[in-house]
């Protein structure tokens, strides 16, 4: 803490703001049980509210609670869960909800360790769980929360690194033990507690005033001892993590067809890259598409169609992507490999749990034969 912040001025300087600008209203504020702030958290990660807000309606409404997702097929989640990204998001939610269910009697437990155990939930979605729905001081330190830290205390270096998040995690925990001090403990009805309330104003200054691109500095209530803006650098806070050129890939994805217009769909392993997702046939750009064709369905494609390249940027790489569309004879609904492939109508296909760019391709094939 630097001498131009007493840590109560601080904390009571984002609950008063909280309380007058904060946002109270969002589909998971207004029933904040455990399971609700968990979905929204795990949401939340690395994805904007307004992009967020119609898949946790959806996901509620099929999935109420812990023991519904629970006992739902990792496909049914996925294809929920499809077009927000990051899948290995869903893939643990769902693997955490039946460990909850096996081993914490169906209910979301309330200790910071247990929680953390769970697949996928890291210290400050527990955090965000116990403080917003169970009214615990617990700290958060999310993608908002971090920014406006690095900021209000010229914290230098990217908060990836192991130093500088130390650093941001003492600063988390001694402002939040102060917004305790300053604030009341005592839940009421309707109210979150002050860690409720001070863990809500942060992520909410974040993401509404101290944003990333276009801060609005002139009605933070933190402006006057920002050191970032006293020292008009505000755009350097936080550091942007080191970049290193992406490394490039290149596929061929297959988009085949019988004579029913029906589409090849195939189901990822359940682990790694699209993770049990269905996705399109590939092969590497040195294999021939009609080869596989001979190969994994016992005959030639009929027409071979090059489409438009295209590419996917991931956090790690980049996929250039080489599409072929070709056209077979038909086939039985299912095809080899225990069950993992798939012929479905296009339309239907393009409903599937299915990666972005998956669907993209399948949409523009569908629009194409309107």
Request: hydrophobic residues 45%; charged residues 20%; positive net charge.
């Amino acid at each position: 803490m630097t001498a131009a912040w007493l840590p109560e001025a601080f904390a009571n300087a984002v609950l008063e703001w909280f309380a007058h600008f904060g946002r109270k209203n969002l589909p998971w504020q207004l029933e904040p049980t455990p399971y609700r702030v968990w979905v929204s958290e795990v949401m939340l990660q690395q994805t904007q509210v307004a992009v967020v807000i119609p898949y946790f309606e959806r996901f509620m409404g099929r999935f109420p609670s812990v023991s519904a997702l629970a006992k739902a097929e990792p496909d049914e989640v996925l294809q929920l869960w499809a077009g927000l990204g990051y899948y290995a998001r869903a893939r643990n939610l769902h693997r955490a909800a039946r460990v909850v269910i096996d081993q914490h009697g169906g209910m979301l437990p309330q200790e910071l360790e247990l929680l953390m155990a769970l697949p996928g939930i890291g210290r400050s979605t527990a955090g965000a769980i116990l403080s917003l729905a169970g009214g615990q001081a617990h700290a958060i330190l999310d993608g908002n929360v971090k920014r406006v830290l690095a900021r209000c205390f010229a914290i230098a270096g990217w908060p990836g690194a192991s130093r500088v998040q130390k650093r941001l995690w003492v600063l988390a925990d001694d402002l939040l033990a102060a917004a305790n001090r300053v604030g009341s403990t005592q839940m009421q009805p309707g109210r979150l507690s002050a860690a409720g309330a001070y863990n809500q104003g942060m992520m909410d200054l974040g993401a509404t005033v101290c944003t990333r691109t276009a801060p609005d500095c002139d009605p933070c209530p933190l402006s006057r001892h920002c050191l970032a803006l006293g020292t008009d650098s505000v755009r350097r806070y936080p550091e942007s993590k080191p970049r290193r050129p992406l490394p490039r890939r290149a596929t061929r994805w297959l988009l085949v067809q019988d004579s029913d217009g029906r589409i090849l769909l195939e189901q990822r392993p359940p682990t790694g890259l699209w993770g049990g997702l269905w996705t399109l046939p590939e092969v590497a750009l040195q294999e021939s598409s009609a080869d596989w064709c001979a190969q994994h369905l016992g005959q030639a494609a009929n027409r071979v169609e090059k489409l438009a390249n295209r590419r996917h940027s991931f956090s790690h790489f980049q996929l250039d992507i080489h599409p072929e569309r070709l056209a077979i004879a038909a086939l039985a609904d299912r095809v080899g490999e225990d069950d993992a492939r798939l012929w479905m109508a296009l339309e239907s296909a393009s409903k599937m749990a299915i990666p972005a760019p998956v669907k993209a391709l399948l949409l523009e094939l569908l629009a194409a034969d309107l």
